[in-house]
């Protein structure tokens, strides 16, 4: 299945985009609080008077609390500032634990692998890969593995509410992150930043998970970063528990490619 530009011009359009620029190097990583959501829902709700924001999250959470495989459509956006946007496209899927494979058809081919301990890119075109552990990997798309359950929202998000935003179609809403990664240590002591579990660096504003309140399925994340930077994905055709075998999640070198170890922050390449 792809997502190229025929699928990008159907009705459905707005929910098969994720939008995605691929750069070695962004300090990013936060991107956990999207899909810490989608795989470890929490077990209890709060019996007082129930907040909307922590209802759609709760919602969100429990959709995906119980699939062990999923696999989607997206189409990815990175911009910056006025400059115009990188768009690109593919399938992904995400395995328990922790485990994510995102395959690029447009405008290129690309593999962006994380096998549970190793965070792989690979460009045929540049006949190189290149490889970093996980925790040290600031990709954005590296948190979404959280879609495999490993971080609850609540431990990323320092904040969550419901936001405005025009256009939106009918049953969904915007919930709002700030993450805790935002917070700095007081001048005043020497305290290290809590752990979130998120890899790499944690600068970004804001992100915002675009959720169908009807049935809590995710239809897009999008992270802002300080000095307008925005990268945006949307999914579309969720599958829950397909059956997707070992190899898909274990990255074999080809023959005649090099291997490149990544300095951290890593991110996926462009």
Known sequence: ???????????TCYTF??????????????FMIAASALMNGSDQASKQTPDPAKTIAHLL????????????VFLQRYSEGPKDARIESGTVFFRRPGQMRWEYDSPEQKLFLVDGKTVWFYVPYDHTVTRAPVRES????TPLALLTGKVELSRLCSRVDLTEQKG??????????????????????GASQPETGIPGD????????????????????????P???ELEYRFGNWQEDPPLPDAMFRFQVPPGVAIVDAVPPVSGGQ
């Open 1 to 11: 299945m792809k997502c190229a530009t025929p699928l990008a011009r159907s009705a």
């Open 202 to 225: 944690v600068d970004f504003t804001e992100v915002l998970l675009e959720v169908d309140k009807s049935s809590g399925e995710l239809a897009r994340i999008e992270i802002r970063q």
């Open 17 to 30: 985009t994720v939008i995605h620029g691929t750069r070695i190097g962004i300090a990013v990583a936060a």
């Open 168 to 189: 939106l179609p009918p049953n969904h809403v915007i919930l709002r992150c700030l993450p805790k990664g935002e917070k700095k240590t007081p001048p005043h002591t």
């Open 227 to 229: 000095g307008g930077l």
């Open 138 to 141: 600031s990709d954005w798309r």
């Open 61 to 72: 959470e429990q959709h995906y609390h119980n699939a062990r495989t999923l696999r989607a």
